[in-house]
């Protein structure tokens, strides 16, 4: 008996030695802690949709995976934001095409001025030229998680704006980082002064800028539309976004919890691209119950703006899109408005 006790004695001291090394001898579950900045204003149903996506994150990976969120500007413009995920400072960020093309200019294919007249007409592009984009952005240190948008851009002005001819003499609001299309804006002679997106109230106010090309939700979100009364009602162009994480911090995580922040991702992309396409004609008339002046476009004046818009191409392709992007983006829409065309009504 006495026998007996000794050896249950030494099992009890050597079950919990044993737990011990094997603890140690077990790798830990990393926990990836990843610092996500955006433009969105904070408190904005936008910032709403990535909160509760950041959430899931959470939950979906049992706090393997948390996020701190830097909404409103807070990190920068997107210029900004895609330097400091360079350096690590940031890992993630849901960007703008000014973001987003600082990774691979590629991508303002999708938003070319007046080349596309309708989200069906991008969203099928898109579908063609996407997995193209998400492998050239990996090979870069780049992970595209969810693709998004803001809607169609207008240009909000101090004065009333109606063609190409009148939006000339205008300070006219430009990426102060894109050399490339203030060469272009000066060359078809126009006014663009270069600032970054932080900066844009304040030159509103102070008239350092009197003309901006932004969508309804952008300019009722941040209150631009308050010192730029006039918004001229022609679709410049769509401005397209993407939810990006750099490389190293995405290799961090599990394939188990890179698929459930993949699904959390996508669902967050299809809110936000909803509620900016749904919401514009909301926004536009929220601006003019408080002042602001819709300036109606006719079939001429649209005319002029696509005319100003086409005489630019030559220099867009190659400056601001990769020829071969560019010159793909117009064959997949050729392609899909003549099949379109053709094909039998229901």
Not at 123 to 148: N, Q, T, Y
Not at 231 to 253: F, P, Q
Request: proline share 5%.
């Amino acid at each position: 008996m006495k026998s007996r006790s000794r050896a249950a004695a030494s099992t009890r001291l050597f079950l919990p030695s044993l737990a011990l090394l094997l603890a140690g001898a077990l790798p830990a579950r990393a926990q990836v802690v990843v610092k996500m900045a955006t433009l969105v204003p904070d408190g904005s149903k936008y910032h709403l949709i990535l909160k509760e996506m950041l959430e899931k994150w959470k939950t979906s990976t049992q706090g393997r995976v948390t996020a701190r969120l830097y909404p409103g500007s807070v990190a920068g413009d997107d210029q900004d934001v895609v330097r400091k995920m360079r350096l690590g400072s940031l890992n993630a960020g849901l960007l703008t095409s000014s973001g987003v093309s600082a990774v691979d200019p590629s991508v303002m294919a999708l938003q070319i001025p007046m080349l596309y007249s309708s989200y069906e007409e991008i969203d099928h592009v898109l579908s063609v030229m996407g997995p193209r984009l998400e492998a050239s952005m990996a090979s870069k240190g780049f992970v595209v998680l969810a693709w998004a948008d803001g809607g169609w851009v207008r240009f909000f002005t101090k004065t009333p704006v109606r063609t190409p001819d009148e939006l000339k003499p205008l300070k006219l609001f430009a990426w102060g980082n894109d050399t490339d299309a203030l060469e272009i804006w000066k060359g078809a002679g126009f006014n663009p002064v270069p600032l970054p997106s932080t900066e844009i109230s304040t030159a509103l106010q102070t008239g350092l800028v009197s003309a901006l090309p932004s969508p309804p939700t952008a300019a009722v979100l941040l209150q631009w539309y308050q010192h730029a009364k006039y918004m001229t009602d022609v679709k410049w162009g769509l401005l397209l976004g993407a939810m990006l994480v750099n490389k190293s911090t995405w290799d961090k995580i599990s394939a188990e919890d890179q698929a459930s922040l993949r699904a959390a991702a996508a669902e967050a992309g299809a809110r936000l691209r909803a509620e900016a396409r749904t919401s514009e004609e909301r926004d536009i008339a929220a601006m003019k119950a408080r002042g602001l002046n819709v300036v109606a476009v006719d079939a001429k004046a649209e005319a002029l703006w696509r005319t100003a818009a086409e005489a630019a191409y030559p220099k867009v392709r190659g400056k601001i899109v990769p020829e071969a992007s560019f010159d793909e983006a117009r064959r997949i829409l050729a392609d899909y408005r003549a099949k379109k065309a053709t094909a039998p009504k229901k």
